[in-house]
């Protein structure tokens, strides 16, 4: 027999891997490989971050090969001719892949599929996005009638979860590239590489009678808490299987002990499961990724200052809650699902700047980025998409603040120039008088910006702009 090839994607894991386990199953050995496509590696959305927060888990990948008999094989180039040329050369007879469900992956599939024997094993949900439709056939554009149908299928169990193989034998002299040059520090990201850290991350929150998911539905709108589970990094290049997670959720909902553990453990499902939307939404809805999702709203006004984008950016808007998170985004490559709320509506909604130019941003910095979740996000709060906040809805950044940092510990953390501003004008330090100015030293204007919009005034210019458009 000859061996089969264990084409990794976004499945960088040993534990509960259907397409490894396939690729065992049915050939005389497996070669684990990774091709560094130049296509994603040099593409409108790589992130150097990124990048090397993937590096970093293939290397890590590597050594727990290396403990089980194998080796990661890595290839540069273009995936066809790539795999093509292994499948020739190891008389290889068949390919094993989890399905990624974004639309380049599934056209580069399709197009390898024709000539390869490429195998699709599971896929980066749990639940297929065709396996769930309307009565009528069609898919759901809302989230919660999703959500409901999507409970309604049978809920996979402990006993599903496949362990990591003991021993990988893979044919002895298969040349491996070396991978680029790898510069990351996760003492500075807050995220250690590898697929045994997400076990123990996920662990850590989910196990024993007081762990943090019994509390997450309290807390999870907190950014000065750090109360959500901060997977979504090992989600994204699948260092743990989301059908392990789901599980988790489902064994925490049944060993709750009362009901607000309950509704806690069954609000952090319900947050996979909108990840289980956006990767369906952009499945059935492929060009979602380059358009507003609704029409009336492909040709808003948009005044895409560059300098009001730039302050943006760089966390100088003069509105602590957003300068906090954009910079928190800069430093570490993640920012809080609330504050992405915040800092992405103050982008659309203030500063009416096309929700597209914020998408790339993120994309460019987030560990986590996420072509299906971040165009979800971005088009759900600018107003523009299958299951969106109503356009109307415009998050004020101050009262946020004030709500989910109620002490400002968060803003004092990431904005140090603020760090003496006493707590009632640490929303509003434009509010301290020159003298208050003088002894938090912090002068509005010179140590820390002042307000580069007005939110009133912007406010209803958006909201003009929004009604025009719809009419
Ligand atoms: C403008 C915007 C952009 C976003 N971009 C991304 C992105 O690029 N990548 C990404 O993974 N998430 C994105 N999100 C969703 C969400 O903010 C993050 O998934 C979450 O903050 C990750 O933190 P956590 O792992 O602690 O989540 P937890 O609260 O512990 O939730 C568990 C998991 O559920 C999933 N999840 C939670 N909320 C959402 C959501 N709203 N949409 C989709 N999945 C969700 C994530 O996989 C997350 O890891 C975006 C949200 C917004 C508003």
Redesign the pocket.
């Given at each position: 027999m000859a061996p089969s090839i264990w084409w990794i994607r976004r499945d960088i894991r040993l534990t509960d891997n259907p397409a490894l386990h396939a690729a065992l199953a049915n050939g005389d050995g497996v070669i684990p490989l990774f091709i560094l496509d130049p296509k994603l590696w040099r593409g409108r959305w790589f992130s150097q971050r990124r990048g090397n927060f993937l590096f970093s888990n293939l290397k890590s990948l590597d050594t727990e090969l290396r403990k089980r008999g194998s080796q990661l094989i890595i290839r540069q180039g273009q995936p066809k001719q790539q795999l093509s040329a292994l499948v020739q050369k190891f008389e290889v007879n068949a390919i094993f892949s989890e399905e990624d469900l974004t639309p380049y992956a599934r056209e580069r599939d399709s197009q390898i599929a024709e000539t390869l024997p490429l195998n699709l094993v599971g896929n980066t949900s749990l639940h297929y996005p065709s396996s769930i439709l309307k009565n009528d056939g069609t898919p759901y554009k809302v989230y919660t009638p999703f959500m409901r149908r999507w409970k309604e299928k049978p809920p996979p169990t402990p006993f599903d979860i496949l362990s990591a193989p003991n021993h990988i034998p893979t044919p002895k002299g298969i040349a491996s590239q070396p991978l680029p040059e790898i510069s990351y520090n996760s003492d500075k990201t807050g995220f250690p590489p590898g697929e045994k850290t997400a076990q123990e991350i996920l662990a850590a929150?989910a196990d024993g009678p007081h762990a943090p998911i019994f509390s997450?539905q309290e807390s999870?709108n907190r950014p000065d808490l750090n109360s959500?589970?901060?997977?979504?990094?090992y989600?994204?290049f699948g260092l743990i299987s989301i059908r392990q997670?789901v599980t988790t959720a489902f064994s925490a909902i049944q060993a709750a002990k009362n009901d607000n553990q309950r509704n806690s453990a069954e609000t952090?499902l319900n947050?996979?499961i909108?990840?289980e939307?956006?990767n369906y939404i952009l499945y059935h809805y492929p060009n979602s990724l380059h358009q507003s999702f609704r029409k009336e709203f492909r040709d808003l006004p948009w005044i895409n200052d560059e300098e009001d984008f730039s302050a943006w950016k760089a966390g100088r808007t003069g509105f602590p809650m957003v300068d906090a998170a954009m910079r928190q985004l800069v430093d570490t490559g993640?920012?809080?699902?609330r504050t992405?709320?915040v800092?992405?509506s103050f982008l659309v909604k203030n500063l009416l700047i096309d929700w597209r130019w914020?998408?790339a941003w993120?994309?460019k910095n987030?560990i986590?980025?996420?072509?299906?979740?971040?165009n979800?996000?971005?088009q759900?709060?600018a107003g523009t998409g299958t299951d969106a906040a109503p356009y109307f809805r415009i998050f004020n950044p101050i009262t946020q603040g004030q709500k989910f940092d109620p002490s400002g510990k968060y803003i004092r953390r990431w904005v140090p120039e603020l760090h003496s501003v006493p707590d009632r004008y640490i929303h509003t330090p434009w509010k301290m008088s020159p003298s208050e100015q003088q002894s938090a030293k912090c002068l509005i204007g010179t140590d820390y910006p002042e307000q580069i919009i007005d939110l009133q005034f912007s406010r209803q210019r958006t909201l003009d702009a929004y009604q025009k458009a719809r009419s």
């Open positions: 929150f997450y999870q959500t589970s901060k997977l979504s990094p989600f994204r997670a952090w947050e996979l909108w990840r939307f956006f993640w920012m809080h699902n992405r709320m800092t992405a914020g998408e993120f994309m987030l986590d980025g996420d072509p299906a979740a971040n979800g996000g971005w759900w709060v």
